[in-house]
């Protein structure tokens, strides 16, 4: 078999926009909580509520932007949800009340929702067949290096210059720039899926992947808890354990995590191990959750970065592939706006929960619960949804 080339350049660019869109989103992430408390004087519960807006409209788009995505051209999809997504950022800069930036943080949701199912998918379109689950993970490593590096950076700017606004317009650049590249992706002409299925009627099945209902628990179980950590991660650091400089340190070793888990296990992917690489996953990150509740000090807060890190980066692309191997190669929009459903569904319902524990019990107690999703999210993956995978897979 011929190697077929991965790193094209509509690869190398959907990689690189990626990377932006989480950069943008996340370096300002960790940072809400202390903005609405010293700006606004937001209580913690209030916090979660105006912080979890977002989630709401997400999960209101993510199934109809997997339809746009299958039924329309995926590069115009693309172009529309990322400017409108890159322009919101500048809502930031001029809400001026509790109310205002909840309007606005809402807003943001469905351009956020929508882009990341067409971006992967375009990113999964121009990849190589032979080389698709291999490309699914490096493509994971832009996201995850978004997601682990924009905090950091956020964090280390907020020590620095205590000037939430230069963080807000450096998001503003950075989406702006994602949205530039990929204005220059050329696509191949593909046929569309027809809006109206056989006697006129939309099924249920093109807005989302039913058969792909035991995963996405799963996804939205292990969501949850991460939901709850990286929200208040720098105030529960700050109010806690008294760390004021090193939070950014939780975000470099997840990263590490991430990167090195995810190279490893690529070479799985490539092999087929899909389900292995998944289970692998789940088992790594539910032991990092259970470190970061039990242990309230330097060593489990740190230490869980890392474990967290590298079972998320194992079990992530793997689910990422179960869902595209489940879907016809017509629903590949479909199968990953159903994932990214999930994934924010439980992502929100971890911001709100793990706002009222922190505010009526305590951090700690915020954090055994994050636990305890993940691990019922760990049980049901053993119990049913790895054999339902390997049933039902296409490919």
Request: glycine content about 12%; charged content about 10%.
């Amino acid at each position: 078999m011929v190697n077929e080339r991965l790193w094209n350049a509509n690869y190398l660019k959907a990689c690189i926009a990626n990377f932006m869109l989480y950069f943008s989103f996340m370096v300002v992430t960790p940072l809400f909580p202390l903005y609405l408390s010293d700006v606004f004087g937001a209580t913690k519960d209030e916090t979660g509520l105006v912080l979890s807006g977002y989630t709401l409209t997400a999960l209101l788009i993510r199934p109809f932007s997997g339809f746009f995505v299958d039924s329309f051209p995926r590069k115009v999809v693309l172009l529309v949800c990322y400017g409108l997504f890159f322009m919101l950022f500048g809502g930031y800069l001029i809400a001026g009340s509790l109310l205002s930036f909840c309007i606005i943080r809402t807003l943001h949701g469905a351009p956020m929702g929508a882009t990341t199912v067409a971006n992967s998918t375009v990113a999964i379109d121009v990849l190589p067949s032979s080389r698709r689950a291999e490309g699914i993970a490096y493509y994971g490593l832009s996201n995850n290096l978004g997601t682990a590096i924009a905090p950091t950076v956020g964090i280390l700017i907020y020590q620095w210059t205590a000037n939430y606004n230069l963080i807000f317009t450096l998001s503003l650049i950075t989406a702006g720039i994602g949205f530039l590249i990929n204005s220059t992706l050329k696509l191949k002409p593909r046929e569309l899926l027809p809006i109206k299925g056989v006697g006129g009627v939309v099924s249920l099945d093109r807005f989302l992947l039913l058969k792909g209902w035991p995963e996405a628990l799963c996804i939205a179980l292990y969501s949850f808890s991460y939901g709850v950590v990286s929200t208040y991660i720098a105030i529960y650091a700050k109010e806690e354990l008294g760390i004021t400089t090193g939070t950014g340190l939780f975000f470099t070793l997840l990263c590490i995590g991430l990167m090195s888990s995810r190279l490893v296990g690529a070479r799985g992917l490539r092999q087929g191990r899909v389900a292995e690489n998944a289970s692998h996953g789940v088992i790594i990150s539910v032991l990092g959750y259970l470190l970061f509740a039990a242990l309230h000090n330097v060593w489990g807060f740190y230490g869980a970065a890392l474990i967290v890190g590298l079972g998320n980066g194992h079990m992530f692309p793997a689910f990422q592939t179960m869902f595209i191997n489940l879907a016809s190669s017509s629903q590949r929009g479909t199968a990953n706006s159903t994932l990214y459903t999930a994934w924010e569904t439980g992502f929100g319902l971890g911001i709100i929960v793990g706002g009222i524990a922190a505010e009526y019990f305590s951090y700690g107690t915020a954090f055994w619960v994050a636990w305890l999703g993940n691990a019922a999210g760990v049980l049901f993956f053993f119990a049913y949804a790895r054999r339902h995978f390997l049933r039902n897979k296409l490919r």
